[in-house]
T-cell receptor
Framework: EPEVTQTPSHQVTQMGQEVILRCVPI?????FYWYRQILGQKVEFLVS????????KSEIFDDQFSVERPDGSNFTLKIRSTKLEDSAMYFC?????????????FGSGTRLTVV | DQQVKQNSPSLSVQEGRISILNCDYT??????FLWYKKYPAEGPTFLIS?????DKNEDGRFTVFLNKSAKHLSLHIVPSQPGDSAVYFC????????????FGKGTRLSVIA
């Protein structure tokens, strides 16, 4: 069964450093997303990406964040200068259309720890 | 601002009995609802969905009920199995599913053998 692959599974970084989280979406999917889950909190929407541009973004997705699809397979999330509060599980997802009918396929996540 | 609320952080059920997970929403524009299941160290996986034109959708042991007037949906699992132990997230979308999913905080279900 096709899956969304995320690397690395765990990333530890110092506050102020840049991190790039990588994702390989399902090959025939057209919509890509990043979500995050701070420990014990809900899964929060960060950004959606379609046709090589951002479709929607949340208030969390400020100037410190950027996304890119550098080639035909990868989808990356960059945090320019990490803060302690960026520590969370980051999930990449992809879908053929928007939410219906089967929702998104999520990757296993990257646990980001900012120290 | 919690648009999707799962007020029970955890639920324990005996194997073979019914599990009922509840979800409330506040945004009346939501018209497509999904349930996701999440095991530790894995991403959420899609379980079942329902459009606002229906009030029930069934898939095997899983049934989702939607009460639009109460802005409430529930997931029923019958019979519950130990493998169902996971965190269950309710999610919602507007515009016939054409907006990003908004998730609740999740309910941890433990099915006891």
């Amino acid at each position: 069964e096709p899956e969304v692959t995320q690397t690395p599974s765990h990333q530890v970084t110092q506050m102020g450093q840049e991190v790039i989280l990588r994702c390989v979406p399902i090959s025939n999917h057209l919509y890509f997303y990043w979500y995050r889950q701070i420990l014990g909190q809900k899964v929060e929407f960060l950004v959606s990406f379609y046709n090589n541009e951002i479709s929607e973004k949340s208030e969390i997705f400020d100037d410190q964040f950027s996304v890119e699809r550098p080639d035909g397979s990868n989808f990356t999330l960059k945090i320019r200068s990490t803060k302690l509060e960026d520590s969370a599980m980051y999930f990449c997802a992809s879908s053929e259309g928007w939410a219906g009918p089967d929702g998104y396929t999520f990757g296993s996540g990257t646990r980001l720890t900012v120290v | 601002d919690q648009q999707v609320k799962q007020n029970s952080p955890s639920l324990s059920v005996q194997e073979g009995r019914i599990s009922i997970l509840n979800c409330d929403y506040t945004n009346s524009m939501f018209d497509y609802f999904l349930w996701y299941k999440k095991y530790p160290a894995e991403g959420p996986t899609f379980l079942i969905s329902i459009s606002s034109i229906k009030d029930k959708n069934e898939d095997g042991r899983f049934t989702v009920f939607l009460n639009k007037s109460a802005k409430h949906l529930s997931l029923h699992i019958v019979p519950s199995q130990p493998g169902d132990s996971a965190v269950y997230f309710c999610a919602a979308s507007a515009n016939s599913g054409n907006t990003p999913l908004v998730f609740g905080k999740g309910t941890r279900l433990s099915v006891i053998a």
